[in-house]
């Protein structure tokens, strides 16, 4: 299992940081100094087996603001806000859940396949918090910081000529964050070995994205 995520992630990173070689002519599309992208995904865990089988992602949204450089290079900043509800039936009024929310500077690359097709691929790094609510008993939800880092590829379909649509892949890591059942009451309910608690929380974004582009640029003709 960890080779399996391990294989998902290296190939995830050298999609991201790697520039795509153009195939063709980019200058018949009409270019703008600021994009704002929002990407809306269902999260699935992969690390650690603890936190695996003790939540299951709801959703996670990430808008960003964006400004293109040079050659399909863009930079810009992100926010984050991702969440998970216990699916181990516990006894309280509400499902337990957490939440994971933060900011990120972004570098991308955009590569259009066609003048209606884009294709990008972007890593963000960033801090986060995560924070628990509805929790057993009299359990103090303890809070968390940690950077993260999340490559990401998608397509994107434009409607218009500042406005897309598509689909989006991301791998999000939290390099300082590693989930522990005892600490939130969870091990009452079910039982954990010492296996399921190694491993920083990871997980994998599967959804759609929107793309709106603003203050077109002059024409260089």
Not at 38 to 58: C, M, W, Y
Not at 167 to 193: A, G
């Amino acid at each position: 299992m960890r080779n399996s995520t391990q294989h998902k992630l290296y190939w995830l990173l050298m999609l991201s940081i790697y520039p795509c070689v153009d195939i063709i002519a980019q200058e018949s599309v009409t270019k703008y100094h600021i994009n704002v992208r929002a990407d809306f995904s269902v999260p699935h865990i992969e690390s650690n087996k603890a936190l695996k089988n003790s939540f299951r992602g709801t959703y996670d949204v990430t808008p960003s603001i964006n400004i293109p450089l040079f050659y399909g290079v863009f930079i810009g900043g992100s926010y984050k806000y991702s969440t998970a509800s216990d699916k181990l039936g516990l006894p309280t009024s509400s499902k337990a859940q957490y939440a994971i929310s933060g900011g990120a500077i972004k570098l991308g690359y955009d590569h259009y396949i066609n003048p209606t097709t884009l294709f990008t691929t972007a890593i963000n790094y960033g801090m986060s918090s995560v924070h628990f609510k509805n929790l057993p008993s009299d359990t103090v939800p303890p809070s968390y910081k940690s950077s993260y880092i999340e490559p990401s590829l998608g397509f994107q379909f434009f409607i218009e000529d500042n406005f897309a649509i598509g689909v989006n892949l991301s791998y999000v890591m939290l390099n300082q964050y590693t989930f522990n059942p005892y600490r939130i009451s969870f091990d009452p309910y079910k039982s954990f070995e010492a296996n399921d608690l190694k491993g920083t929380t990871q997980y994998l974004n599967l959804g759609f994205g929107v793309v709106y582009a603003f203050w077109k640029k002059k024409s260089s003709k």
